[in-house]
């Protein structure tokens, strides 16, 4: 994940994709066991194995809308979260504050005042494990104390991948007010649904409610 963020023209978007590491391990999983499932059905029954194929397709159809499909997409000027239902298009102009907790949540303004867009699939910031907390602890002796409750807030945001986020709008800021003096820019934040996810699951689900009348 690269941070040192080189000032590039405006056609060089570089946008980076983020979804938890967890989510795409468990969509390649699901999607390679119901996909082996459905050729081995297929190969045993032959046509009639074909009858069972919605209740796999169902699955894996979730797995995509639910786990992979969500994630936020950084560019340089602006975000997209999408979330299942729908996806929200966020000029950086718009943000006001990235908060990095155990969800991503952006403060964005507009019209009728600030409002908190939560990122439904995000790097956030995971649990400690044993080899990271020694590492916390080895630093904490060379450093002569321990860290306060604040710095590791800090130091564990820096290391989420998610800090991407926090770096180029930052970027974005420094560029705007060395340009022009003030951040500037289109300020509009959209919404819009998610209609192909949503039009697969129906399409799945109907499959599945017919498999089980016939």
Do not use: Y
């Amino acid at each position: 994940m690269p941070h040192d963020e080189p000032s590039s023209p405006p056609e060089h978007d570089d946008a980076i994709a983020l979804r938890p590491r967890s989510a795409t391990v468990i969509s390649l999983l699901v999607w390679v066991l119901g996909a082996g499932l459905a050729i081995d059905a297929v190969l045993r029954a032959g046509w009639q194995g074909v009858a069972v194929l919605p209740v796999p397709v169902l699955i894996m159809a979730l797995v995509w809308a639910v786990l992979w499909l969500p994630r936020v997409v950084v560019h340089r000027d602006r975000v997209e979260v999408r979330n299942i239902v729908v996806t929200h298009h966020v000029p950086f102009a718009a943000l006001e504050k990235v908060r990095l907790g155990a969800m991503l949540r952006l403060d964005v303004a507009g019209p009728s005042g600030v409002r908190t867009l939560t990122a439904w699939n995000a790097p956030a910031l995971g649990r400690e494990n044993p080899l990271r907390r020694e590492a916390v602890i080895h630093e904490q002796n060379l450093r002569g104390r321990g860290l306060t409750r604040s710095e590791k807030l800090a130091h564990d945001q820096q290391r989420s991948r998610s800090a991407v986020l926090e770096e180029r709008f930052v970027a974005w800021m420094a560029q705007q007010r060395g340009a022009q003096g003030a951040p500037g820019g289109d300020a509009r934040v959209s919404t819009r649904p998610n209609l192909l996810p949503l039009a697969v699951l129906a399409v799945c689900v109907l499959l599945v409610l017919a498999r089980t009348m016939l």
